[in-house]
Nanobody, 115 residues
Framework: QGQLVESGGGLVQAGGSLRLSCAAS????????MAWYRQAPGKQRELVAA???????SYAASVKSRFTISRDNGENTAYLQMNSLKPEDTAVYYC?????????WGQGTQVTVSS
């Protein structure tokens, strides 16, 4: 039974930085894309950043140039470096991993940016 565990969330002032981590365990199939999503109160979950196994990245327009996704294929981990954080970045951040068999989701980690 595979799972994803996020860590690194917390409270930070506007302009600050946080680094989120996502560790996958028990996933037998090869992980293709790893991604970060977020969901703010009263809003739909949205894609923040994604990275294929080959290293191709994509970002939401609102975070481009501020956030950087990276991953370690050997360790099945993914990271999200978040710089120049804004209050509107406040949300629960979820890690997701896709395989040919199914998708996996983490339980989420809260990021709160104070103004």
């Amino acid at each position: 039974q595979g799972q994803l565990v996020e860590s690194g969330g917390g409270l930070v002032q506007a302009g600050g930085s946080l680094r989120l981590s996502c560790a996958a365990s028990g996933i037998i199939l090869r992980i293709n894309t790893m991604a970060w999503y977020r969901q703010a109160p009263g809003k739909q979950r949205e894609l923040v950043a994604a990275m294929t196994r080959g290293g191709t990245t994509s970002y939401a327009a609102s975070v481009k140039s501020r956030f950087t996704i990276s991953r370690d294929n050997g360790e099945n981990t993914a990271y999200l470096q978040m710089n120049s954080l804004k209050p509107e970045d406040t949300a629960v951040y979820y890690c997701a991993a896709s395989t040919y068999g199914r998708d996996y989701w983490g339980q989420g980690t809260q990021v709160t940016v104070s103004s």
